[in-house]
């Protein structure tokens, strides 16, 4: 089984920053890489796919980069409906797996 | 629009059954693999499950395999997630999730329906 990894696990931001969210995979999961936001009380919603293109309707704030096992989220500037916990996944390998999540939260 | 609706869930002693449904609307149901992820309470996301466009294809977590069967009738756009033996540990929020249509990224979710496994 891939383990996902996120780092940090939490981060205290203020709106208008950069964030960048990390997310490592045990071994190479090639670019099959998934990034999801999701807010209390709500399902989860797909932000990037293929590790760095974005989904139908998101902000071009959102970028993702990376391949292999390092990957990374980068919101340019961080809104206040961006508060919430970003979760990354793999699905080059049975079973899908998903990092621990990371929450960020308004400082 | 691609909507997704899941139902079925509720109250159940361990060791009991349920069986959940996801109905499919605004997109060609049998063209696209679907998944179940499910979060327990203040927990992360853990895929459960996916079945492919055709439903012969089926794949299982290991914490569920022999105990839940994913399936689905595209006569009726809808998916199935049949839960056997259950266990506290299967308390969750069940997500199904519409996928890509070649890979298993889930791109449209539902809000969820929720388990809980209590004596």
Request: hydrophobic share 35%; charged share 15%; aromatic share 12%.
């Amino acid at each position: 089984e891939i383990v996902m990894t996120q780092s940090p696990a939490s981060l205290s931001v203020s709106p208008g920053e950069r964030v960048t969210l990390s997310c490592r995979a045990s071994q190479s999961v090639t670019s099959k890489l998934a990034w999801f936001q999701q807010k209390p009380g709500q399902a989860p919603r797909l932000l990037i796919y293929g590790a760095s293109t974005r989904a139908t309707g998101i902000p071009a704030r959102f970028s993702g980069s990376g391949s292999g096992a390092e990957f990374t989220l980068t919101i340019s500037s961080l809104q206040s409906e961006d508060f919430a916990v970003y979760y990354c996944q793999q699905y080059n390998n049975w079973p899908l797996t998903f990092g621990g999540g990371t929450k960020v939260e308004i400082k | 629009e691609v909507q997704l609706v899941e139902s079925g869930g509720g109250l159940v002693q361990p060791g009991e059954s349920l069986r959940l449904s996801c109905a499919a609307s605004g997109f060609t149901f049998s063209s696209y693999p679907i998944t179940w992820v499910r979060q327990a309470p203040g927990k992360g996301l853990e895929w459960v499950s996916a079945i492919n466009g055709g439903g012969y294809n089926t794949y299982y977590a290991d914490s569920v395999k022999g105990r839940f069967t994913i399936s689905r009738d595209n006569s009726k756009n809808t998916l199935y997630l049949q839960m056997n033996s259950l266990r506290a540990e299967d308390t969750a929020v069940y997500y199904c999730a519409q996928t890509g249509i070649s890979y298993y990224y889930m791109d449209v979710w539902g809000k969820g329906t929720a388990v809980t496994v209590s004596s």
